[in-house]
C-alpha cells in the first residue's frame, strides 16, 4: 500500500494560505476517541471478541462519518464504505450480525464517553447576568417514525393506524454547546418521564418546555437547589398572593385573585407576581395530602401577538428582571436546531430498517456523529477567535452542512492519519469481490439469451 494525501482542513475553508497543522483536526478526533479506548470499548462489550476482520477504530469511524452524515443510506452501501476504508473484504452475514446487542452497548458507551469529554471543557460563557449560575439546559424530545413491523416494540401515541416510533429526550447544555444526557424511550413515555430531577441540578436553570409542566416537578427541581422556567400551562389558573413590583400610576388590585379574571383587565406591559398553586403529594401509606407552593409568574405583553406570555420559575426577581426571565426562555429554540440537525443532516429520520437492533444502533450512530461535528465545530471557533474573527457568525446550522458535505475527506484523513490505507489494487480486489453477486440461486432472463 502507498501513502495517500492527507486532506487538511485548509482545503475546503479556503484558507489554504494560512499556515496551520495539517493534522490539528485528526490529533483533536484521536484526542476525543482514542483509538486504544476504541478498541478497549469494543472488547469489553462483546463486540470484539478475538481479533479478526473487522476492526473497532474502522468501524466507529466509517459509521459516524458515513451513515451519521447520511452519506450512505443502507446497511450494504454502509457495509462497502468499510470494506473500502478498511482494507477488508466481509461476507454479509458477517456485517449484519455486527449490528447486535454488542453493537448498541458499544455505541452507547462511545456517547457516554463523547459527552463527558465535550462537558469537560467550557466552549461557551455565560452572560453577565447568568454568571451566578453554573449552567442553562434545555430539555425536550422529538419522535423518529418507524416502520410498523416495529409497533410492537416502540408503540406509537394517539395514531388510529398501526405505527411505531421512538422519543428521543436530550438535555442540552449551553456552557458545553452541546448535549449533557441522551435517552431512548417509546413514543407511549411520559415526557416527565424521561428526566429524572436529581442533585444534578444544583444551581442550573433548566427551560422546561409544556410537555414537562407539572407542580411536582418544579418542587422536585427546588428542593435539590436548581432553578426553573417554564411557559405556564393553559389549564393552570394560580392565585396571586404578592406583587414583586409596584406599577406607577391607577392600577388594579391584583392581590388574591385568580390570573383569569386578572389578564382581561390587565393594562401593564409586565406583571411580576407570586402565585401559590396546590400540588399532590405521593401517596405515602395510602394517605395522599395537598400542599399550596408558591413561584414567581411573570406576564409579559407581546405587541405583534396582542396578548400576554405566562412564564413560571422560581428564579428570584434580584437575579432575573422580568424582561430577562422571557428572553432566556427563547433560547429554548437551540434544542429544536440540534433536532433538525439531526434528522436534516445526520440520517436521524432516515432508518427505514425493521430490524430493532438497527435501529437502536443508527440511532446511537446519528447522536455520535453530531457530537463529533461538535468538536470540530468548537476547534473551528477558537481558531477563528485567535485570529480575531466574529465568533457569534459560525452558525451550527449553517456549519452542520459544510461539516456533512465533507465527511468523507475527514473520513479518508484521519483513517490515512491512523494508518489505515489503500491502494489501487486493494481497490481492484474490493471490486472484484463486490462486482459478484452472491445469489448463487437466483434465475436470470438474461441467461438463456445472453452471458
Known amino acids: 500500500m502507498h501513502p495517500a494525501p492527507s486532506f487538511g482542513w485548509d482545503e475546503y475553508m479556503g484558507c489554504k494560505k494560512e499556515q496551520q497543522s495539517r493534522h490539528d483536526f485528526e490529533e483533536a478526533l484521536c484526542e476525543f476517541f482514542p483509538p486504544q479506548w476504541l478498541q478497549a470499548t469494543a472488547k469489553e462489550t462483546g463486540l470484539v471478541k478475538r481479533e479478526r476482520k473487522v476492526n473497532p477504530v474502522a468501524l466507529f469511524w466509517v459509521l459516524v462519518l458515513s451513515f451519521g452524515v447520511g452519506m450512505q443510506r443502507t446497511l450494504a452501501s454502509l457495509k462497502r464504505s468499510y470494506e473500502r476504508e478498511g ?37 461557551r460563557k455565560l452572560s453577565e447576568k447568568l454568571r451566578q449560575f ?32 421512538v422519543k428521543v429526550s436530550i ?33 442550573r436553570i433548566l427551560l422546561i418546555d409544556l410537555g414537562f409542566y407539572k407542580h411536582h416537578f418544579f418542587t422536585r427541581i427546588t428542593e435539590n437547589g436548581g432553578f426553573f422556567v417554564s411557559r405556564l400551562k393553559g389549564t393552570a389558573d394560580p392565585t396571586i398572593v404578592s406583587l414583586n413590583s409596584i406599577c406607577r400610576g391607577n392600577s388594579i388590585d391584583v392581590v388574591g385573585k385568580r ?16 402565585v401559590s398553586v396546590q400540588m399532590k403529594r405521593r401517596k405515602y401509606n395510602g394517605k395522599q395530602r395537598t400542599d399550596d407552593v408558591r413561584f414567581r409568574m411573570i406576564a409579559v ?38 433536532f433538525k440537525e439531526l434528522k436534516s443532516r445526520y440520517a436521524l429520520d432516515m432508518i427505514k430498517t425493521t430490524n430493532a437492533k438497527i435501529v437502536e444502533a443508527l440511532i446511537w450512530v446519528a447522536i455520535l456523529t453530531l457530537l463529533v461535528s461538535r468538536l470540530i465545530y468548537n476547534l473551528v471557533r477558537t481558531m477563528a477567535e485567535a485570529k480575531g474573527k466574529e465568533v457569534i457568525r459560525f452558525t451550527q446550522l449553517r ?53
Open 301 to 338: 405583553y407581546n405587541t405583534e401577538e396582542g396578548t400576554y406570555h405566562l412564564y413560571l420559575t422560581n428564579i428570584p426577581g434580584d437575579l432575573l428582571a422580568p424582561e430577562d426571565i422571557a428572553s432566556l426562555y427563547g433560547a429554548r429554540w437551540e434544542v429544536e436546531l440540534i
Open 171 to 203: 438535555v442540552v447544555s449551553a456552557v458545553a454547546n452541546s448535549m449533557k444526557s441522551v435517552s431512548l424511550f417509546g413514543e407511549r413515555t411520559h415526557d416527565v418521564k424521561t428526566l429524572h430531577i436529581g442533585p444534578w441540578v444544583k444551581n
Open 134 to 165: 453554573q449552567d442553562v439546559l434545555i430539555q425536550d424530545s422529538t419522535i423518529i417514525r418507524l416502520h410498523e413491523v416495529l409497533a410492537k416494540r416502540w408503540p406509537a401515541a394517539r395514531s388510529r393506524k398501526v405505527a411505531a416510533g
Open 399 to 451: 456549519w452542520s452542512t459544510i461539516f456533512s458535505e465533507t465527511a468523507e475527506k475527514h473520513l479518508t484523513a484521519l483513517l490515512h492519519y491512523l494508518n489505515i490505507k489503500m491502494d489501487l489494487m486493494d481497490f481492484y480486489s474490493l471490486y472484484d469481490c463486490q462486482a459478484f453477486d452472491p445469489h448463487v440461486h437466483r434465475q436470470r432472463f438474461r441467461e438463456k439469451w445472453w452471458a
Open 259 to 274: 390570573i383569569s379574571d386578572v389578564l382581561p383587565k390587565l393594562r401593564r406591559q409586565i406583571l411580576d407576581v407570586e
Open 87 to 123: 482494507d477488508v473484504v466481509l461476507s454479509d452475514s458477517s456485517w449484519y450480525d455486527r449490528f447486535s446487542l454488542e453493537l448498541i452497548q458499544y455505541l452507547k458507551t462511545c456517547v457516554i464517553h463523547g459527552i463527558e469529554h465535550l462537558a469537560a471543557t467550557e466552549h
